[in-house]
């Protein structure tokens, strides 16, 4: 009995942590990347993330003793317990907040851009001692994002859902997407607005179709097997630097989040007007809920 409530007191926390992450997957602009930031979580994400794909390469090549050894080496419970929140967050608080971005986007905005900016701070602290190249990186990085984010000015696809490209396009696709997905500050689905492929995805979800559906799969999977290896040993040989560029692409992220004049739904940028008071209250509220979190999350990582 003992055995299982220990069980259950490691699994509760990181189910809690991964439903964070996926309310912020829901959030045009916000990632859930940043949340395993401030979690503290990112680089335990990353490295098993790395020996899962590990593992799947050694079965894939034929290494069949090697590739189940790598298999027991991956911590399943903290990964399934964490994608278990994920689900859970995008199940029940999709609906939630994509009706609170069509009917409150000003003051939802000015959450998630309260939310993103202590967030900036945490990962920042993160970094240890900073130095020249530390702030020339995250302004760099920034200075970008910011000005790729303005080359489209809806963060929202129109269109007919409909496939229209070769499944070899929807593996591309998938490979770059998903590595959008795991960094702080970078939507996945508006990575693939940005690649005018929201549509196309979404009819292939709506179409059944498996092909596509498979292709776009693998392409997942293929990015994320690359991706997570370079960043672990990116992380592992240069830390303070990729957490600059991090934060570099949470502050750049943060044109999306600007409230005014329609929340998330434009990357336009406008000065404070009409609603005004009330999201700035938002903005530092949710600023101070970040650096709550941030020491309470200490108590109970793993």
Do not use: K
């Not at 995008?90 to 939630?96: K, R, Y």
């Not at 959450?111 to 602290?125: D, E, K, M, Q, T």
């Not at 999306?256 to 009409?274: H, I, K, N, Q, S």
């Amino acid at each position: 009995m003992s055995a299982a409530v220990s069980r259950l007191r490691s699994v509760v926390p990181q189910v809690l942590r991964g439903f964070a992450m996926g309310s912020a997957d829901i959030v045009p602009g916000v990632s859930g990347g940043t949340v395993a930031l401030v979690l503290g979580i990112y680089e335990r994400l990353i490295a098993e993330v790395r020996a899962g794909a590990g593992a799947l390469r050694l079965l894939l090549t034929g290494s069949i003793s090697g590739g189940f050894a790598a298999l027991r080496r991956v911590s399943w419970v903290w990964l399934v317990s964490l994608l278990v929140g994920i689900l859970a967050a995008i199940a029940v608080l999709s609906s939630v907040i994509e009706e609170l971005l069509h009917t409150q986007p000003v003051r939802t905005a000015a959450v998630f851009l309260g939310l993103v900016g202590g967030s900036v701070v945490v990962a920042w602290r993160t970094i240890g001692a900073i130095t020249a190249r530390h702030v020339a990186t995250a302004a760099t990085v920034a200075i970008a994002l910011f000005l790729l984010l303005g080359l489209r000015d809806a963060t929202e696809a129109s269109g007919a859902e409909v496939v229209t490209r070769s499944w070899v396009v929807f593996t591309l696709v998938g490979a770059v997407a998903i590595c959008a997905m795991i960094l702080p500050g970078v939507s996945g689905s508006f990575i693939l607005v940005m690649l005018g492929m929201y549509t196309e995805v979404l009819g292939a979800v709506n179409d059944r179709d498996v092909v596509v559906l498979a292709a776009f799969a693998a392409g997942c999977a293929i990015g994320l097997g690359v991706f997570s290896t370079l960043l672990n040993w990116l992380l592992e040989h240069h830390h303070g630097l990729v957490l600059s560029a991090m934060v570099g692409l949470m502050v750049g992220s943060l044109r999306v989040l600007w409230p005014w004049p329609g929340g998330t739904g434009t990357t336009r940028l406008e000065w404070p007007a009409d609603d005004v008071v009330v999201p700035v209250v938002l903005v530092l509220v949710a600023f101070a809920v970040v650096m709550v979190l941030e020491r309470v999350s200490y108590a109970t990582r793993d």
